[in-house]
Nanobody
Framework: QVQVVESGGGLVQPGGSLRLSCAAS????????VGWFRQVPGKEREGVSC????????YYADSVKGRFTISRDNGKNTVYLQMNNLKPEDTAVYYC???????????????????WGQGTQVTVSS
């Protein structure tokens, strides 16, 4: 049974940092992709970042480039999203998603992802 579990959300002041973790288990493929998405009530879910397990190629939304960094630990099947210089507009529920295959652009099509986590709340407020 495939499981995708996020952790690390919380409340942080503007300019602060948080690190989200995504642990995936129960699958057996040679290569996979992990994406981070976020959603604000009343708005569509948007792609934040994605990473390939095979070669570590990363993708970012323009709104987070230079502030967020995605990384992976293949041995642990865990992906991290380091979020720095957080802004109030980063407030959202953040979802981790697993793609059983190599991610290619466009990487942020939700239907390309096979499994999703339950989401973790990130709130940026003073």
């Amino acid at each position: 049974q495939v499981q995708v579990v996020e952790s690390g959300g919380g409340l942080v002041q503007p300019g602060g940092s948080l690190r989200l973790s995504c642990a995936a288990s129960g699958f057996t493929v040679d290569y996979y992709g992990v994406g981070w998405f976020r959603q604000v009530p009343g708005k569509e879910r948007e792609g934040v970042s994605c990473i390939s397990s095979r070669d570590g190629i990363t993708y970012y939304a323009d709104s987070v480039k230079g502030r967020f960094t995605i990384s992976r630990d293949n041995g642990k099947n865990t992906v991290y999203l380091q979020m720095n210089n957080l802004k109030p507009e980063d407030t959202a529920v953040y979802y981790c998603a697993l793609m059983l295959g190599e991610p290619i652009p466009p990487w942020d099509r939700e239907y390309d992802y096979d499994y999703w986590g339950q989401g973790t709340q990130v709130t940026v407020s003073s």
